[in-house]
């Protein structure tokens, strides 16, 4: 039977709230709200002047009683600033990169999650302002060193992240090619997650390959969630199912134990 399991993706806008106010811990607790097995995060602070010098990635994950992988897209001397997981599954970093951008730095984030019976592949980024540079990101995101890399038929694959891209966008269809919108495969109507007190556009997104199906997908949008940052969560119940048998020990042959390795 397919293993349900509770995935959100968040952009934090580096904890300030649509009040201006700095608050990780009011992250968490919107987090908290959603129950999540695994959050990806964007827009996280480690080491800012602007948010206190603090790690916010290790801040949440420690509230959440979870632990994190965070991948700096721009990095100036001590401060950082990029994308996070958060889990209390097993997890190990696979690879975290730089994207092609001609503006504000951009780049993604690879895990592998273990559970029960299968290793599921999680990336996480945040694209750029302009549709040229987005289309760029999504095509490396799409090529042989990131998801054109994964062995897709032994392995559960998800994309997540704040990709500035609305569906009529062409980088939107140019992944939605490939994966599917979790959004779509619900049976809600679809709904906008920015800006969070008067939600206009569907800027959050999350894919998926093959073997998950989607059991149920909402935008979290609780009184906390609006003011805590300038987007709301998306919250998707998934239903990953295992590889057909002998699959998971090809992936593993496959993969070897370089934690920098890509699929092939």
């Known amino acids: 039977m397919p293993r349900p399991l509770r995935f959100l993706t968040y952009n934090v806008h580096s904890c300030f709230g649509t009040d201006r106010k700095l608050d990780p811990a009011r992250i968490a607790a919107v987090i908290s709200e959603c129950r999540p097995d695994i959050i990806a995060l964007q827009e996280v602070d480690v080491g800012r ?155 959050d997104h999350v894919f998926v390959g093959k073997g998950i199906g989607v059991g149920g997908c909402k935008v979290h949008s609780s009184a906390l969630a609006r003011v805590a940052s300038d987007h709301l969560p998306i919250l998707v119940e998934l239903e990953i199912e295992p590889p057909a048998k002998g699959g998971a020990r090809r992936a593993e042959q496959l993969h070897g134990n370089d934690a920098t390795a890509v699929l092939r």
């Open 49 to 203: 002047a602007r948010s206190g010098g603090v790690d916010q990635a290790h801040m949440i994950a420690t509230h959440l009683n979870m632990e994190a992988h965070f991948h700096p897209a721009l990095h100036l001397k001590d401060e950082r600033y990029g994308d996070a997981v958060l889990t209390a599954l097993p997890m190990r970093l696979v690879k975290a990169g730089v994207l092609p951008s001609s503006g504000e730095p951009r780049g993604a984030l690879w895990v592998e999650i273990e559970l029960a019976d299968v290793t599921l592949q999680v990336i996480v980024t945040h694209l750029g302002l302009r549709g040229s540079e987005r289309v760029r990101q999504a095509t490396t995101l799409l090529g042989p060193g990131w998801l054109g890399g994964i062995a897709q038929a032994d392995s559960r694959v998800i994309l997540a992240g704040d990709l500035n891209a609305i569906a009529r966008s062409a980088a939107y269809k140019l992944l939605a090619a490939h994966m599917k919108d979790v959004q779509l495969q619900s049976n809600a109507k679809p709904r906008p997650t920015f800006p969070s007190r008067l939600p206009l556009l569907r800027l």
